[in-house]
């Protein structure tokens, strides 16, 4: 039966109640009541597509270990979010659409208006949505970013996914695994930890329908270090969030197998192969942001933990075409980052945003 199976749940709290003091308490209580909620994840269906793969051990061990990560630190909108997404009308018939910019389906038949504004309204309600674009049923979820502008810069340049197992490291409400499915993969994963993007990839998929595509409420640091079974990992727009970049990349290239593909997209500065930046405090207003590499130094990095020929095969400023305020992310956006005397600048003096793709092998 999978995660929602009795023994299993007794079992899971036997040993959590083992371990636990005080501060066991409210979590233990979490995790019983969070078990029934877990369809969201789709857990045994993963189970069933990596069956055969490197990778069925650790997904056989996800319903035991996940729910009690996740659950333990519940977002405060939780509630609201799975009201609206339980309350979504049945999909209506359409076609799928996962090679296209606008990832979504194609409907059928025209929606009626009644119906377009409830669910325009219901989508609405997942807000902000910077990943996409989506278009479901003729309503375009015109996101902050063009992310399929990314897509295209980077799809010429990897090996073809066809067949593959893919892991999207940091996949935002995971427009890209779509994506990814769309260009053929075996089957698609991708993590991230934060919850209000496991909701919006719920929506999205509650239309598309079955799909080898699956998202996991889990940070990097939930995997195992040595997974070893992934035959592309993308990282896009983490490696600067993270306060040790080169224990990342090494994180990464433990999940490949054996001369798999990386493919990274992260922040750069001009300058030579020992050029870093980091910032004093905040960049282009973001409060997380570390290490800025110049491409050379990145692949430097890539280099020094043994990962193979190395290379930037793009390297993209970022306009306020491809990242900006819509009707469907209100909040601020790139153009109230940038210096408004100098765009080239951030609005603390440091170089205006530059993005670079780089891919490597593992050996
Ligand atoms: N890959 C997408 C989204 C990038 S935004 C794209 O390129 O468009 C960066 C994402 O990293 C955020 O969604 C954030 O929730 C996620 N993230 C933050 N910490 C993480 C961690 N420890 N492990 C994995 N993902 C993380």
Not at 53 to 73: C, H, I, K, V, Y
Request: aromatic share 8%.
């Amino acid at each position: 039966m999978g995660y929602d199976s009795l023994p299993r749940l007794a079992h899971g709290r036997e040993e959590r109640s083992r371990k636990s003091e005080n501060s066991w308490a409210t979590s233990i209580y979490d995790y019983a009541e969070s078990l029934p909620r877990m369809e969201i994840l789709r857990l045994d269906s993963l189970h069933a597509a990596l069956r055969e793969t490197p990778l069925a051990e650790w997904a056989g061990r996800l319903p035991d270990t996940l729910p009690a990560r996740w659950w333990s630190r519940p977002h405060g909108d939780r509630e609201r979010w799975r009201a609206l997404l339980a309350s979504l009308p049945p999909p209506p018939a359409g076609e799928a659409r996962l090679d296209a910019d606008r990832v979504g389906v194609v409907g059928r038949a025209p929606l009626d208006a009644a119906m377009r504004e409830e669910l325009t309204r219901k989508l609405q309600g997942l807000h902000p949505w910077r990943k996409g674009p989506f278009e479901l049923h003729g309503i375009h979820i015109d996101s902050e970013w063009r992310s399929d502008w990314k897509w295209r810069r980077l799809a010429p340049h990897i090996q073809p996914l066809h067949g593959r197992l893919v892991l999207d490291v940091g996949c935002g409400n995971g427009y890209h695994l779509w994506r990814m499915a769309g260009a053929g993969a075996r089957h698609v994963i991708g993590i991230d930890p934060s919850e209000l993007y496991l909701y919006q990839f719920a929506a999205i998929r509650h239309f598309i329908g079955a799909a080898p595509v699956h998202l996991l409420p889990l940070g990097i640091e939930d995997l195992p270090a040595r997974l070893g079974g992934f035959d592309t990992v993308f990282s896009m727009g983490v490696l600067y969030h993270r306060r040790s970049p080169i224990d990342h990349l090494r994180q990464l290239a433990g999940l490949l197998r054996p001369g798999g593909e990386l493919v990274l997209e992260t922040l750069v500065v001009d300058g030579d192969e020992t050029r870093v930046l980091v910032p004093e405090g905040r960049y282009a207003r973001m409060r997380n942001v570390w290490f800025l590499p110049s491409c050379g130094l990145l692949e430097r990095w890539c280099r020094r933990i043994g990962l193979r020929q190395p290379r930037v095969v793009d390297i993209t400023a970022t306009t306020c075409d491809e990242q900006r305020a819509t009707a469907w992310m209100r909040f601020e956006s790139l153009a109230q980052c940038l210096d408004p005397g100098d765009p080239e600048r951030t609005v603390e003096g440091y170089p205006a945003p530059k993005r670079a793709i780089l891919i490597a092998r593992r050996r």
